[in-house]
């Protein structure tokens, strides 16, 4: 199964540029994100996937991930692994992917004051 660009959803936040790739699987998903700033927007938020496994490869670029107050800096190349239920944002000018699994949903997303 092949999916192009042209067929993903995009979604455009502040300082962020989200374009998800669905696949006819519940089990894996993946999603390219662009972020120039601090991702949620809001310094008061975080985000957390209450019932997914992420991995992040980062494209191009630099920043941080900051994951339960623990702040990775990242390059190109690197990788952050994200556990359910774990707290974290990004910051930074980066390009990255992120592999789910599950499949991305949105219910089980949230963004909470941290």
């Known amino acids: 199964m092949k999916i192009s660009q042209k067929d993903t959803t995009t979604i455009e936040r502040?300082?962020?540029v989200i374009r998800n790739y669905s696949f006819s699987t519940k089990d894996l998903?993946?999603?390219h994100i662009k972020v120039n700033g601090r991702h949620p927007a809001d310094t008061s938020k975080l985000?957390?996937?209450h019932k997914l496994t992420l991995i992040c490869y980062v494209l191009?670029?630099?920043g941080k991930f900051v994951v339960d107050n623990q702040e990775y800096v990242v390059e190109t190349g690197d990788a952050i692994f994200i556990k359910p239920d774990q707290k974290y944002y990004i910051?930074?000018?980066?390009?990255y992917l992120v592999c789910c699994n599950p499949a991305y949903y949105r219910?089980?997303?949230e963004q909470?004051?941290?």
Do not use: K, P
């Open 47 to 49: 985000h957390i996937e």
């Open 29 to 31: 998903s993946i999603t």
């Open 112 to 114: 909470i004051v941290g």
């Open 107 to 109: 219910e089980q997303h």
């Open 14 to 16: 502040e300082t962020a």
């Open 91 to 95: 910051q930074g000018n980066l390009e």
């Open 60 to 62: 191009s670029g630099q």
